[in-house]
């Protein structure tokens, strides 16, 4: 030991104050590139004092000497394979042999996408709930995903972003409005008195028995999103009301101009209803709103 130090170092052997790379050269030298550290593994190289160029080390464990790493089966350079790639004949595409695909699972014996519907479903009635108890500004998507009790993943899984969350809630809000109008015209005569009658009654009764509803619908002007979407399904309601409800042909430009000045006049009358600022009955609303209409109607046909 006392030979080698001196010959290493040639100095005393006795210093131990030296840093490990002095006391261990070897530790001094840089890391080798991978392919030069695998040549190695497999005696194609030395480092230097090993015997020199090209001859294989004596030293290597068994592990090493076999090309496999200690412990385990996997070949030395395993990482590099590629994955095998067949044809599906069945499918029409290609499958892959070395790599496991995850799959969605049904848990407790319901599918991943009715899992994801239901959590639509949740998102949309828990803005709902903090619409009709805080208004609309309070419906953020921190506010909206406590209410519901999920994370805010499951909401960016069902939705871009909040005006997004809006607009499906106002067009679930509108098509429930177109739903309840047809199930009153479903029994309905050709009285064009009756069926307005009951357009009347059924839209002040789908507010009226859902206060949430009634909150977002007043509060629609406020949001951006809300109002673009309330305000384009203008022209559809004029439709419904002037073609299938009154009975007159909607191709008519003065047809179409009528129709507008119903659903608008409604619109604002059932608002301020809903609101407190009118001082009227259920059934007064339900008049005011039908005599509107009908004072459209003669006017229209005659001209």
């Known amino acids: 030991m006392r030979r080698q130090w001196r010959r290493r170092r040639g100095g005393d052997p ?14 001094a030298w840089p890391r080798a590139s991978l392919p030069v550290r695998v040549a190695r593994q497999r005696g194609r190289t030395s480092r230097p004092g090993d015997g020199g160029p090209g001859t294989p080390r004596t030293r290597l464990g068994a592990h090493r000497r076999s090309g496999r790493r200690r412990g385990g089966s996997s070949p030395w350079r395993s990482h590099l394979k590629r994955p095998r790639i067949r044809w599906d004949a069945r499918t029409g595409t290609f499958a892959c042999q070395d790599v496991v695909m995850a799959t969605a699972r049904p848990y407790r014996g319901v599918s991943a996408d009715d899992r994801k519907a239901s959590r639509r479903e949740a998102l949309v009635a828990a803005t709902l709930d903090v619409v009709g108890r805080d208004g ?3 419906a953020t998507v921190e506010t909206v995903c406590a209410e519901a009790g999920l994370t805010k993943r499951y909401f960016y899984e069902s939705f871009a972003d909040r005006d997004a969350l809006f607009e499906a809630l106002i067009d679930a809000m509108l098509d429930g409005v177109r739903e ?49 979407r309330r305000e384009a399904s203008m022209t559809g309601f004029a439709d419904l009301i002037m073609g299938d409800v009154l009975g007159v042909d909607t191709a008519d430009a003065r047809v179409q101009l009528a129709g507008l000045l119903v659903v608008g006049g409604t619109t604002e009358v059932l608002s301020r209803w809903l609101a407190g600022e009118i001082d009227l009955t259920h059934d007064e609303v339900v008049d005011e709103i039908t005599r509107i209409g009908l004072a459209v109607v003669p006017t229209t046909v005659e001209t």
């Open 180 to 228: 309840r109008i047809g199930a009153a015209l479903a029994g309905a005569g050709d009285s064009a008195e009756e069926r307005t009658r009951l357009t009347a009654d059924a839209l002040v009764s789908f507010f009226d028995a859902d206060r949430r509803q009634a909150r977002l619908y007043i509060e629609a002007p406020v949001h951006p999103a809300l109002n673009a």
């Open 14 to 27: 006795a210093v131990l104050n030296l840093p490990s790379t002095a006391r261990h050269p070897r530790r």
């Open 136 to 138: 609309v500004a309070a």
